[in-house]
Every structure is written in structure tokens, then in C-alpha cells.
């Protein structure tokens, strides 16, 4: 405030308001006028920090004294630009009236946009009002529930608020963000239906519904007895209310009233307009007398303060020709400095009472002609400047600069569908090349939004329930199961894809293979202590793995934090950055288990790698001795692809394998050649010998586009290697191939088909008949696989191998638990007892002794590496690559299935004669 201003000048137009002047002709004032303008203008003034309490003044006037309320009101209503809010009432004017009128008054009269800042807006006081004015229900209707009607109501007030309810938040805020709010607001409360409002109206939930959850914490009319708000708000409409305390009613619309006051004042640091208010609202009541509305007022006002315990930025000043009954011996005016600090020294002691008077200053006026000094003038109140970092400029000049570099700052990192998600589970992810890279638990982030990919995002969001109920499991067996956590690292995103092509499949296979894993484990009983539980991260390393080193550091992160993650599964394609993934996985000390990963060597990477499938130097033998053994040839000859971006130094499957392949064929290997997009094949047509494709399955479909051109000669034995797979199991590639062209090809999990399943489980086979059950389950893979009822969908290649590379992990871990737990097998499942190094030694002492029987076979590793010795493999045949519904039959294999004894290459039962 800058305080009391003298003017030099006295108002043109101004009318006596006491009829007494000094022999110069100006207006005078009582003795102790000027200290009391003072004392009014010092309170006036907010400070900076924090808030002052303001007294309910009232002014006893005496015969002669000047009518000090009119003065006032002139005063205030002075100034260039801001001026203080006030409302006036003269009493006698309002003869008749009730409390609810006379607060009806002042809102209107605060609430106008007349005082050069911000318009005060209140939110309860006219709801409150508006209840105590809705009409008795017609006399048909006065056995029925109105709430409903009553809802509607309050519906169609939210919607159109008439001019003297202006919308908004209680803060009156006229900055970027509350114009942002009250916009967005305005859109939601337009288009919201009527279930969406009734959640408002309930109060529960927290940004919706704040004024409405006020009434029902309020302690005024035991508002709890009411349960709900539609229910307390029946209770304030016309004819309802006649059984209560008109009393309590009264402070309920003065409590409301002062609580919009109180929010427009509350200071927010993100809001700086809430600083622009640097002076307190001031209520001028005139002519008041012992019980009229404005007596009524001023006690109620004090008994709100005193009940609630609650400050508010009010101050009341009232004048009457008597004092208040609560407080008959006024202090002179020219003690008003004293009455002032004796009033805040006993106010603490006087509100604990809840004296009548407790907020009181009663002052008494003297006559101006008796000893009162001349004024020099109408005085000026004018509200101080705001600080200037409150100005309206500044924060919006802040906040475009903030969202300007920040939204820079983010399009580089993230994407409107590949975004961190801080309350949403263990979400990591960022924009990398283009991809969505990290990790995630939890269906706030699914990895994949292109077309045709339904399937992929399908089998995340089944791992991402059974992540929640693996933990609500946990929790529920007093956390006594080890609980372990699985990372699943592939290549997720990246891939060029049409809307009706699958372009993931064996991601989507592997992801089915934990999930069934996982559900295996979940439908333990609920008392087996020793069974542990498992949770599945999914992390995506983009195309052909080429961002893998960088998901793995977001992994170690992960890691450092959750010590129930013990592995990573997955990693889907051997290639150089594959291996410096396994690098970095090594480096912090995580074990890797790689169900199809073949490229000879892969080992070397990490000392805790541990690889489901045979090595590429296996495939090779595999196709060497079928050609020997079956189709009794002796010529050979490669093609190979690598894949888009890519070459055969950075592929590491198709480098080895083409090496394999010529070590193994040696002289009879008379071409090895590179397949181009684009390329003719015709110097194939009718080759007699053995056409090897040993390359990616992204060129498959081209590759067998080029062999249409030798017609019905096309050439005599087409062998694919194991990435064939995922070409074979994509129905809209297939469409388009050669219809007299049979294909062999390579498959890792022929152990694993739908009839080897069943014949498994008819001989008793507990391993592979208990997974033939879980995959044929209605609420586990979509579709579900094998079905012995109706169409049966294939198990698909890699589902098994993941499969047996994430229950290996388990088992040695319920092993470890065991042991651990030996003396105490019910205590509380430490998972810091393991460590993921631990897990992996324990996995290879458990092989050591019998090897592991997987669902796609025996696996036991080499003592010096990480590969599997003698795993089987198998070559499986289509005779039409464009018919889709009929199974590929198995017509040769090496390795081992149960018996460790068998391991020889030979032709599998029942295979069909060569062609000739």
C-alpha cells in the first residue's frame, strides 16, 4: 500500500457527509481520525509473505460524528488504475432481508471486474445459495428419490452459469495455465455425459469435483450423515431444510462465502497472478444495529472463524449508533493503535474460547467540532504494485519459452506412442533412429503400433497381466515364492511391413513361449512355497538388434534397482551388434539365454551366455547328411542374403552358416552366391542337386518370386535354413510363392509340432504333455494352439525354445530357494538371496548331472562353452508353400530328443519318398 495519500485538491461534487465543517469550509474528522485511516490503511496492505488476521471493526457513532462508512466508500472507490475490492451495505436500505440476501449483495458486488486486477470468482457460496433457492417439490412427486432430478439440475447449472456466477477456478487466476484450465475445463464440462458428471459430483476423484468434495468435509449440517453430496444438497433445497438449524444454514453460506475468498487468496507459487492480489477485500456496513442482518453478519462471521479454525482475507468494517452487545465499552478512535495490538495479543486465547467477541474491535467516534482536527483533503488508498515477476508478461514469456525448448528437447527423445511413463511400472523407452527403444512391464507401453501387428501387442498386454498377477500372487503367499524376473530382448519395431502381413513373428512366438512360462507357474497351487513366480519385462532393441547395446544400458539401470531380474531371454537374430550386446551383458553381470540365436562362437561374448538351439555348424551337417542320406545327391550350391542395411560381416548367422556350409560340402559345393532383390533365377530351373537358401527370411519371398520363372521346372531340392521359419508361418507372404515348388527347410523345435505334442503326451511324456495343455488353454495364446476340438492352430517354431529357456532359469532358482530355505521353508522370499551369476552356475550344475528335458529337447552344454551338444534338429517339408493349412512333416533329424544316446542323423518315420 503506498499508504495515506493527502490530495492537494478537494473533490469537485463533494457532498458533507456529517453536515459539519470547519470555518475554512473542509469536511472534518473525529478526534483520532487520521490514526485510524492509518491503522485501515496498514491493514489493508497484504504482506509479502504470509497473511495477517483482520479484526471485525465496528465504528459506534456518537450525535454529530460524521458518517465514516460514506467516507470510506468514497475513498475506496479512488485510483487510476487498481483499487481496493470492497462491497457496501447499508442496513437500513435492506430492511427485511435475510443473511443469504445481504450475502448475495456483497458476492455480486465483489465479484464485479470494476477494481483494475483480477475479479474475485467464487465457486461455493453461489452454489450454496443457488440449493437454498431450488423450489419444494410438487406434492405428486414428494414420495420420490429427487436426487436424480436434482442432479440434472446441477448439470444444466454447470453448464450455462448466468453473469453473476462467473466460471472458473476459486483462485481467480488470469494467467496462461488457468486460462489453459478453464478452456480445457469448459470442453470437458461440455461434453462429458451424465455417468462422467456424477463422478465429478461424487468428490472422488481428485481433479474433478474439488468444490463439491469441500461441502462434504465442511463441518457445518453434519454434511457425512448426507453419505453423498446429491444427498447433502437435497437436504439445502426449499421444504427439505425446514429441519434444520437455520443457525447452522446461515454459517454454511458464510463459510462458503469466505472460503472463495480464502482460495482466491491463496498464494500458489506455479500461479503467479495469486501475487497481483496485494490487498484485502473490505465489507463496509452502514447503519447497523443490534440484530439486524448486518449484527447477524458480523456474529457469524466470528463464530465461522472461531468454529473452523480458518483465516480469511475479509475485513469487516460496520458502523451503528450503538455498540455491539458482545462488546458494550468501545475503545475511543483515538486508541485504535492500542486496541489493535491488545486485540491480536488475546486473540489466540480469545478464539480457543470461542468468545462472541472474539474477533471484535469496537471504536467509538467523537464530534469533529469537539477538539477533531481539519482534513486536508479526500484521502487515496491504493493497493501497492505487484512484485514483477507476477506480471501477467512474465509467465507466459516463461512458460512458451519452457514448453518451446522442452518440446524440442523431447521430439528428439520420444514420440506422441513412445514416451516414459513415470507412475506406469517399469517403463523405459526412448526415440532412437526412429525405433522405440527400452523396456516395459506394464500395459502403459506396448512396443509395436504399425498395422497388421495386432497379434505382437496382443501377447505383450497377456505378459503384462500375468506381471500383475504374478505380483498379486506374491503378495497374496505372504512373498514366501521366489519371484523372478525375466528380461525379453528382441527386435520389436523397424521391420517394412503391409497391413495384412504379420512381419514379427518370431518375437511374437518367443513372447507366447514366456507368457506360457509364466502361466504355467501362475496356475501352481497356492500353497507350494518352493514355486516360483515370474514376471517378464519386454524390451525392444529396434531393427536387425542394431540399438541393443543401447537398450542393454537402459537394462542395467533396471537391474541395479529390481533384484528379482535375473536373466534376459531372447535376442532373436546373431548379429555384431547382437554380440556387443552380450558384451554389455556380461559387463553387468547378467545372464543371457538365447533360444534360436546358431551363429558358431556366440559364447565367446559373455561368460554367463547360455544358447537353447544347436550351432550353425549342426545345420550344416543336418543338410549335408539329408542330401546324403535321403536325396542321394552330391552337388550343392548357396545362396545368401543378409538382410536390409545389412552385410555378411555384420550378420553373423548367415557368415557362419555359409562357412559351415563349405566346410562341409566341400568341392560338391560348386556356388555361393549372394541373392540380390531383383535377381533372375532362372539358371536354376531344374538343378538337380541340392539349392540351399541360407540367408534371412525378409528375402525368402522374393528369392522364391524369382524361381516362378522356371514354371513346371523348377529346380529339384529347395532346402531353407531356420529363418525360413518365420517366412512359413506368415499366411500372406505364402499367397504369393511357386505352387509346384515343395520347400525343406530347417526347424528347431519339430519336437514341439501339434501331433508330436500329442503323441508325447499319449506315451505319458509329463514335460511336453503339460505344455500341450497349457498352450491349448482358452485364456493363455490367442489363438490357442493344438486344439483336439475344431480347426487346431500350429504351435509355431520358437515357443518351445523360449519356453525352455525361461523354465530352465526358474528351476534353477526354486533349486537355489530350496537350499537356501532348507531349515526354514515358509520364511519370506529374500530376493537378494540369489544373484544372477549364481543362477547361472546353478543352471549348469543342474545340466551337468542329466542335461535339461526341454519340450524341444534334451539340452545339455558344452563344459567349455555355453552351446548345446547334440540338440536336435530337424528338416520338415511343405509340398506347397501356398497351401497354409496343412502342417510341414518331419523328414529328417539329428540329435538327441530324450536319450542321450541318440544323437545320429537319420530320416524321421514315415518320410515320403524323394522326388525322382
Known amino acids: 500500500m503506498r499508504g495515506v495519500a493527502a490530495q492537494g485538491q478537494p473533490a469537485s461534487g463533494r457532498q458533507p457527509t456529517s453536515g459539519r465543517e470547519s470555518s475554512s469550509g473542509r469536511e472534518r474528522l473525529p478526534s483520532g481520525g487520521s490514526e485510524f485511516l492509518?491503522?485501515?490503511?496498514?491493514l489493508l496492505r497484504r504482506p509479502r509473505r504470509g497473511d495477517r488476521r483482520l479484526p471485525l471493526i465496528w465504528l459506534v457513532r456518537s450525535t454529530g460524528s460524521p458518517d465514516v462508512v460514506a467516507l470510506l466508500r468514497r475513498v475506496l472507490g479512488r485510483g487510476q488504475r487498481r483499487r481496493i475490492p470492497h462491497a457496501v451495505l447499508?442496513?437500513?436500505?435492506?430492511?427485511g432481508t435475510d443473511i443469504a440476501a445481504a450475502l448475495r449483495e456483497v458476492h455480486r458486488q465483489l465479484s464485479l471486474e470494476a477494481f483494475g486486477g483480477e475479479r474475485l470468482r467464487f465457486r461455493h457460496h453461489p452454489l450454496a445459495d443457488w440449493l437454498l433457492h431450488q423450489p419444494v417439490p410438487e406434492p405428486g412427486e414428494a414420495g420420490e428419490d429427487r436426487r436424480p432430478a436434482l442432479a440434472r439440475q446441477l448439470r444444466d447449472r454447470r453448464g450455462?452459469?448466468?453473469g453473476s456466477d462467473p466460471a472458473g477456478t476459486g483462485d481467480g487466476d488470469g494467467d496462461l495455465f488457468s486460462t489453459a484450465y478453464q478452456l480445457a475445463f469448459w470442453l470437458v464440462r461440455r461434453a462429458i455425459p451424465s455417468a462422467v458428471f456424477r463422478i465429478a459430483v461424487s468428490g472422488r476423484v481428485p481433479l474433478l469435483g474439488s468444490h463439491y468434495r469441500w461441502f462434504m468435509r465442511q463441518q457445518y449440517l453434519a454434511p457425512r450423515q448426507s453419505v453423498t453430496f446429491l444427498g447433502f444438497a437435497e437436504r439445502l433445497t426449499a421444504g427439505w431444510r425446514d429441519g434444520e438449524q437455520p443457525d447452522q444454514v446461515n454459517k454454511l453460506l458464510v463459510h462458503a462465502f469466505l472460503e472463495d475468498l480464502r482460495q482466491a487468496y491463496r498464494r500458489r507459487f506455479w500461479r503467479p497472478s495469486?501475487?497481483?492480489?496485494?490487498?484485502?477485500?473490505?465489507?463496509l456496513l452502514g447503519g447497523v444495529t443490534a440484530g439486524d442482518p448486518g449484527h447477524t453478519l458480523i456474529r457469524l462471521v466470528n463464530d465461522v472463524r472461531n468454529e473452523t479454525g480458518r483465516n480469511d482475507p475479509l475485513l469487516v468494517v460496520a458502523a451503528g449508533a450503538e455498540p455491539p452487545p458482545e462488546l458494550p465499552e468501545p475503545y475511543a478512535l483515538v486508541d485504535a493503535e492500542e486496541a489493535y495490538d491488545e486485540w491480536v495479543d488475546v486473540l489466540p486465547e480469545t478464539r480457543r474460547l470461542r468468545r462472541p467477541a472474539a474477533w471484535l474491535i469496537a471504536l467509538l467516534l467523537g464530534d469533529p467540532s469537539a477538539g477533531s482536527e481539519p482534513r486536508g483533503g479526500l484521502l487515496n488508498f491504493t493497493p501497492p504494485e505487484p512484485p514483477w515477476w507476477s506480471r501477467r508478461f512474465l509467465p507466459t514469456a516463461l512458460v512458451l519459452l519452457l514448453v518451446a525448448g522442452t518440446a524440442i528437447w523431447a521430439n528428439s527423445r520420444w514420440s506422441l506412442d513412445c514416451h516414459p511413463r513415470p507412475f506406469g511400472g517399469a517403463v523405459e523407452v526412448e526415440l532412437v533412429g526412429g525405433e522405440c527403444v527400452g523396456y516395459s512391464d506394464t500395459a502403459g507401453h506396448v512396443f509395436n503400433r504399425d498395422p497388421g501387428q495386432d497379434r505382437l501387442r496382443a501377447v505383450q498386454r497377456r505378459i503384462f497381466a500375468q506381471n500383475a498377477a504374478a505380483e498379486q500372487v506374491w503378495q497374496r503367499s505372504a512373498q514366501r515364492r521366489p519371484l523372478v524376473t525375466l528380461v525379453y530382448l528382441g527386435t520389436l519395431t523397424g521391420n517394412r511391413t503391409r497391413a495384412d502381413e504379420e512381419s514379427y513373428v518370431s518375437e511374437r512366438e518367443e513372447l507366447e513361449g514366456m507368457a506360457t512360462a509364466q502361466y504355467a507357474l501362475l496356475r501352481e497351487s497356492a500353497g507350494a512355497d518352493g514355486a516360483a513366480l515370474l514376471r517378464v519385462v519386454v524390451a525392444n532393441a529396434g531393427h536387425q538388434m542394431r540399438y541393443a547395446g543401447r537398450a542393454v544400458r537402459m537394462l542395467a539401470g533396471l537391474v541395479r534397482d529390481d533384484p528379482t531380474v535375473l536373466g534376459v531371454v531372447g535376442l532373436v537374430e546373431s548379429r555384431t551388434s547382437t554380440a556387443g550386446a552380450l558384451r554389455e551383458l556380461n559387463r553387468i553381470g547378467l545372464p543371457a539365454l538365447a533360444p534360436t540365436l546358431s551363429a558358431d562362437g556366440m559364447f565367446q561374448n559373455s561368460r554367463l551366455y547360455l544358447q537353447i538351439?544347436?550351432?550353425?555348424?549342426?545345420?550344416?551337417?543336418?543338410?549335408?547328411?539329408y542330401a546324403r542320406q535321403v536325396l542321394r545327391v552330391t552337388g550343392a550350391r548357396v545362396y545368401y542374403t543378409t538382410g536390409e542395411q545389412s552385410s555378411l560381416a555384420e550378420d553373423l548367422y548367415v557368415g557362419t552358416l555359409v562357412e559351415d556350409l563349405r566346410q562341409r560340402f566341400g568341392d560338391r559345393l560348386t556356388r555361393v552366391e549372394e541373392w540380390r532383390t531383383g535377381q533372375r533365377m532362372t539358371q536354376e530351373c531344374g538343378y538337380p542337386g541340392v539349392l540351399v537358401f541360407a540367408g534371412r527370411w525378409s528375402e525368402f519371398d522374393g528369392f522364391l518370386r524369382a524361381l516362378k520363372e522356371c514354371g513346371p521346372n523348377p529346380p529339384r531340392h529347395l532346402v531353407g535354413d531356420d529363418s525360413v521359419n518365420r517366412y512359413m508361418a506368415n499366411p500372406g507372404l505364402r499367397a504369393s510363392a511357386p505352387g509346384n515348388l515343395p520347400v525343406t527347410y530347417v526347424s528347431k523345435a519339430a519336437l514341439a509340432t501339434c501331433a508330436a505334442l500329442r503323441t508325447a503326451r499319449d506315451r505319458r511324456d509329463d514335460v511336453r504333455g503339460s505344455f500341450l495343455a497349457w498352450i491349448q488353454a482358452d485364456d493363455l495364446l490367442d489363438p490357442p494352439r493344438c486344439r483336439d476340438?475344431?480347426?487346431?492352430?500350429a504351435v509355431g517354431e520358437r515357443v518351445s525354445l523360449a519356453y525352455d529357456a525361461a523354465t530352465m532359469v526358474v528351476r534353477a532358482v526354486e533349486s537355489l530357494a530350496a537350499r537356501l530355505r532348507h531349515g526354514s521353508p515358509r520364511e519370506a522370499w529374500d530376493p537378494r538371496a540369489v544373484n544372477p551369476a549364481g543362477v547361472h552356475t546353478e543352471v549348469l550344475r543342474q545340466n551337468a548331472e542329466n542335461g535339461y528335458p526341454g519340450v524341444s529337447g534334451?539340452?545339455?552344454?558344452?563344459?567349455d562353452s555355453g552351446e548345446p551338444v547334440a540338440k536336435r534338429l530337424s528338416l520338415v517339408r511343405v509340398d506347397r508353400v501356398t497351401d497354409v493349412d496343412t502342417e510341414p512333416v518331419e523328414v529328417f533329424h539329428c540329435g538327441t530328443a530324450d536319450d542321450p544316446a541318440e544323437q545320429r542323423c537319420r530320416p524321421a518315420p514315415a518320410t515320403p519318398p524323394a522326388p525322382a
Do not use: C, K
Open 38 to 42: 492509518a491503522l485501515l490503511a496498514r
Open 90 to 95: 447499508d442496513l437500513p436500505e435492506l430492511a
Open 160 to 162: 450455462s452459469r448466468p
Open 274 to 283: 495469486t501475487w497481483r492480489r496485494t490487498a484485502y477485500p473490505v465489507l
Open 613 to 625: 538351439s544347436a550351432p550353425n555348424r549342426d545345420q550344416a551337417a543336418l543338410i549335408d547328411e
Open 789 to 793: 476340438d475344431g480347426p487346431s492352430a
Open 858 to 863: 534334451l539340452i545339455r552344454f558344452a563344459a
